[in-house]
T-cell receptor
């Protein structure tokens, strides 16, 4: 297993455009998490899935953000009508169970011009 | 809601020396877990060590150990015999009980090991 992968690694977009990121977790990991990390800060929780069910969403996740995990495998995070404040590193992590170690992906760095 | 505070934005230490990174947290929960994560430059975040709040014994993983003071809500990380590969951002993180199942991270400490 090659670990958690994320695509793309970098995304530059213009304000107002929509972007979509993909996360492929470690196979057989039931839980998948999305975090956002801005410069000089620790990651902030956005949302998480248990299999295909989205169980919790942070208040940080405005209605412009949507995440899916069809069939409980990969996940996508879409940001509509991007704003400059959305510029950040978006991290994905997966774990087998609730208290198991979370393995992080390399992140997708989003720059909104 | 819980908060995690790391008051040392940057630290540096000579190779082979020992360094301690500080972390304090605030929570009203009794059952929780604490973690130290390492984020090397341009590399993925990895788990260094974890501590269950119900365990009195401090966790140890090779050169890494913690000093967990539950009453003081303090959770420091000690790195012994520091190596160049220990250069990284270190994040302290909190995981709550049922209904609060997400990692809350501190702002991090940038650690540089000097050859």
């Amino acid at each position: 297993d090659t670990g958690v992968s994320q695509d793309p690694r970098h995304k530059i977009t213009k304000r107002g455009q929509n972007v979509t990121f993909r996360c492929d977790p470690i196979s057989e990991h039931n839980r998948l998490y999305w975090y956002r990390q801005t410069l000089g800060q620790g990651p902030e929780f956005l949302t998480y899935f248990q299999n295909e069910a989205q169980l919790e969403k942070s208040r940080l996740l405005s209605d412009r953000f949507s995440a899916e995990r069809p069939k409980g495998s990969f996940s996508t995070l879409e940001i509509q009508r991007t704003e400059q404040g959305d510029s950040a590193m978006y991290l994905c992590a997966s774990s087998f169970g609730r208290l198991d170690e979370q393995f992080f992906g390399p992140g997708t760095r989003l720059t909104v011009l | 809601a819980q908060t995690v505070t790391q008051s040392q934005p940057e630290m540096s230490v000579q190779e082979a020396e020992t360094v301690t990174l500080s972390c304090t947290y605030d929570t009203s929960e009794n059952n929780y877990y604490l973690f130290w994560y390492k984020q090397p430059p341009s590399r993925q975040m990895i788990l260094v060590i974890r501590q269950e709040a119900y365990k009195q014994q401090n966790a140890t993983e090779n050169r890494f150990s913690v000093n967990f003071q539950k009453a003081a809500k303090s959770f420091s990380l000690k790195i012994s015999d520091s190596q160049l590969g220990d250069t990284a951002m270190y994040f302290c993180a909190f995981w709550g009980d049922f209904g609060n199942e997400k990692l809350t991270f501190g702002t991090g400490t940038r650690l540089t090991i000097i050859p």
